[in-house]
């Protein structure tokens, strides 16, 4: 060694450095590395943000509304996916066996992943990639149920690896029966039908436990395309797929080859396509049951758990069927005796009569109204005879005799204004030949409501809800006319009038301004009669005695029961008084409620509660609370009661009395139609100016309905037209139906009423008669409120004496209380 070499230096390695220069150490760290770092980098492309599996435990499939009457009896389902949720106990293990042979053969084996299914997948994918065709989907149905459920259904390799992470997750979180039945209830299978119930009751109009062997089958083969293999165009290849999913369950040993090769020999079995169902003659009123919810709940499940289309929710409804039917009828029959023998009025829509008019029938949505009457189009009109089609793809003929009525307004024969391309409203007139039918062009709305809880029982806004959705009994602003009356002599009673006030029904002007001078009002026939008892003014609905009455009452008070009542916010003007101020059939029938409840207002409602998808109360329209009324037995004490509803809006007494004056009304006034219906009733008839509304509200004691007709664009229905004569008449047809089986109730009057026998022309008291069943007894009994009632007089001279009948004249006298006794009370 050189002397100018510097100091050699020994470095030690230490053991572990050494050790990590081995190969057969490096190799495994390096893997582990390469490892750990993959796992981060799939981690962040395709499990970052994958849901948590735990989310499916808690999973409630979107389900429909369904409506209910007060019944309980099936009214109407909100729906956007058709389905019906099941246990996995519920599905038939057939049905299950099915679905596994078609889609998933190793399900109960394979933990999420078929790896070999999954490896072929993916190499069909790098085979077929750029070339525009999808490759095989090679799920399994944990996979379908996480793509279906919580990762979407784009087509990458992306959404395939999270589809693959996810299932294996779901597998260690659920059992295989859990997956199972979250499957069969969300699949979509056509025909809006989401899960194995709602499609069984697509296809098969049956419940899937009812379903046989080749029924299940076709179902299994629906999941991959519902749109392959409709039983409409697609048949054969139906028939062909469902011949091997059978020879998978027989390869599975879930069928024997008898059952298989009987199952092959059966047809599809399928029943129609539901075509759009006609509304219902509930129509109206469920639209404004599905708006309420909407308003109250939300319409999808972004707006919460009790949404209106995915909630589930099961909503108990005031509807009764046979008042509805009965309201529909009544209506449609008036609209009927007015507008026919006008003319034909014109096409109801126009379409191209080409190539796909079926569809573009349907989509013009054209309602017929009566269940006989059907919308058509004309396809063709060759001589005397027009070809029409049908909105289930039938057509027919239209002969020039079945259309001879007049073209409204212009004349000639309905036949020569018709060309193709027309939609017009037919009827069968036999011997296969159609005939044309005209739709009314005027409209109306009905509204029944029991006057005791507010339910409403019917509701009709008009002619036809398909073509037209518009809902006249509460969108509809309209003038009641006279039938706002009663509201008017109700806030006399309570500033000291009586029913027998007298009231002059003569010439009364107000002065309005130096620019529009001085209106002066007039009586609807015009003239004048003179003094009369407020009675005699409603019976015969003078406008001159109601605006001098309203005058001397003050229209501020006026206005302010309206208010109360909830017929409208008015100004306080003397037209008012007249019914000048707008409100909806709705709004009136809730007045004449709160009369015949005796001045309690409770609001009209259409839902009496609502259940959410487990059966739980999580809304009610009555909230009252009745404590003790659930005691397992008798505490001792008085019967626990609720307490009463509604609120005290007018005085019970005044409330009575305008009630007692409309029962004349209908006994010799303007709605003497009614009269023979054989029960108490009460009621106001309305006619505005122009005439361009007739209105009749009133009814029982138990059930009280109003209706309106008019022109959806306000325009003059003729001299002649009244609501004595046109709308009360609808009333009677509708009363008959939905009254009939009612008991016959007399309205009840209030603690304090007094009834007092007075000439019904005069107003005087009368002390030696009686009054007769006659409706026009010269004697009647009358309401008054404590010391109101007419006093006995002396007069020089003597008195005008009532004319009795010779029956109650040669009766024995007697006491009040002995004639009350014989009549059943006072009522």
């Keep these: 060694m050189d002397e100018d070499d510097g100091p050699i230096r020994i470095r030690r390695e230490r053991p572990g450095r050494q050790l990590l220069r081995r190969w057969y150490v490096r190799l495994p760290l390096t893997i582990v590395g390469f490892l750990l770092v993959a796992w981060l980098g799939i981690w962040l492309i395709f499990a970052r943000d994958l849901p948590s599996p735990d989310k499916l435990l ?16 099936p009214v109407y389902t909100y729906a956007r996916e058709r389905r019906i949720e099941l246990a996995y106990d519920e599905f038939p293990p057939l049905l299950v066996d099915a679905f596994v042979s078609a889609e998933d053969k190793t399900f109960f084996t394979h933990h999420g992943v078929d790896l070999p299914g999954f490896g072929a997948a993916v190499i069909d994918y790098a085979r077929k990639y750029g070339s525009g065709s999808r490759a095989r989907g090679g799920s399994t149905i944990t996979q379908q149920v996480a793509k279906n459920l919580l990762t979407g259904n784009e087509y990458s390799v992306r959404r395939k690896v999270r589809e693959a992470i996810l299932a294996i997750r779901i597998e260690q979180t659920l059992t295989k029966p859990q997956i199972m039945e979250l499957y069969l209830n969300q699949i979509f299978l056509g025909r809006n039908a989401y899960g194995v119930e709602a499609a069984a009751q697509a296809y098969f109009g049956k419940d899937v436990r009812d379903l046989t062997l080749p029924e299940m089958a076709y179902l299994a083969i629906l999941p991959k395309a519902p749109s392959n293999y409709t039983p409409e165009h697609d048949s054969a290849r139906a028939l062909e797929r469902r011949a091997y999913v059978l020879r998978e369950m027989l390869a599975n040993g879930y069928i024997t080859a008898g059952q298989a090769q009987a199952a092959n020999g059966e047809p599809l079995g399928t029943v129609g396509r539901a075509s759009p169902k006609q509304q219902m003659a509930a129509s109206y009123f ?7 919810l909407i308003d109250r709940f939300g319409e999808s499940a972004d707006d919460g758990p009790y949404s209106v289309y995915a909630g589930g929710l099961w909503v108990r409804t005031s509807l009764d069927p046979k008042v509805q039917q009965a309201a529909e009828d009544a209506l449609h029959a008036g609209l009927l005796r007015y507008d026919g023998g006008r003319g034909w009025p014109g096409r109801s829509a126009a379409i191209d009569p080409g190539e796909g008019w079926q569809g573009r029938l349907v989509a013009a949505n054209v309602g017929a109204g009566l269940p006989g009457w059907r919308p058509a189009v004309v396809l063709s009109k060759r001589g005397g005879v027009a070809e029409i089609g049908f909105e289930n793809g039938t057509t027919g003929e239209l002969p020039s005799w079945a259309a001879s009525q007049p073209k409204r307004g212009v004349g000639g024969a309905a036949y020569n204004f018709l060309k193709a391309g027309d939609v017009v409203i037919v009827a069968n007139a036999g011997g296969g030949a159609w005939a044309l039918k005209s739709v009314p062009v005027i409209s109306g709305g009905f509204v029944a409501e029991n006057p005791h809880t507010g339910q409403v029982l019917a509701m009709q806004g008009g002619w036809d809800f398909k073509g037209n959705s518009f809902n006249r009994a509460t969108q509809a602003l309209r003038q009641p006319g006279s039938s706002f009356k009663p509201f008017v002599y109700a806030a006399a009673l309570d500033g000291g009038m009586t029913p027998a006030s007298i009231i002059v029904d003569g010439p009364f002007c107000v002065y309005q301004s130096a620019l529009l001078g001085s209106k002066c009002f007039r009586n609807f026939s015009g003239g004048y009669a003179g003094p009369h008892t407020m009675r005699w003014g409603v019976e015969q609905s003078r406008n001159l005695m109601t605006v001098r009455a309203a005058s001397q009452t003050g229209m501020k008070k006026v206005v302010a029961l309206a208010k109360k009542v909830g017929i409208g916010d008015y100004p306080s003007v003397l037209a008012i008084a007249l019914g000048a101020g707008d409100t909806t059939v709705l709004k009136m029938v809730s007045g004449y409620s709160t009369i015949a409840d005796q001045g309690r207002k409770i609001g009209p409602t259409t839902i009496d ?139 009840r009057a209030p603690t304090g009423i007094r009834m007092v026998r007075i000439d019904r022309a005069s107003g005087r008291r009368v002390y030696g008669g009686w009054p007769t069943q006659d409706p026009k007894s010269a004697i009647i009994w009358e309401a008054f409120k404590p010391d109101s009632e007419p006093r006995r007089t002396i007069q020089r001279g003597p008195a005008p004496a009532a004319k009795a009948s010779p029956a109650a004249a040669s009766a024995p006298p007697a006491r009040d209380s002995e004639f009350l006794a014989r009549q059943g009370g006072i009522y």
Excluded at 58 to 73: C, Q
């Design 58 to 73: 808690a999973y409630e499939p979107p389900l429909p509304t369904n409506i209910r009457g007060y019944d309980g009896s």
């Design 286 to 292: 469920t639209e404004e049951v599905r708006r309420e």
């Design 609 to 747: 509660f609502v259940q959410d998808r487990r059966g739980k109360v999580i809304w009610r329209a009555d909230e009252r609370s009745c404590e003790r009324c659930n005691l397992p037995d008798w505490d001792g004490r008085p019967m626990p009661r609720p307490p009463v509803r509604g609120r005290q809006v007018m005085d019970p007494l005044s409330a009575y009395q305008i009630l007692h004056i409309m029962e004349g009304v209908v006994q010799r006034g303007t709605a003497t139609v009614l009269n023979d219906l054989g029960r108490p009733l009460f009621g106001k008839t309305g006619t505005t100016s122009g005439p361009t509304n007739v209105w009749f509200v009133g009814g029982s004691a138990d059930l009280v309905g109003g209706v309106y007709l008019g022109y959806d664009r306000p325009r003059p229905l003729g001299g002649s037209a009244q609501g004595g004569t046109i709308a009360a008449p609808i009333f009677k047809q509708f009363a008959k139906v939905a009254m009939d089986g009612m008991p016959v109730v007399p309205f």
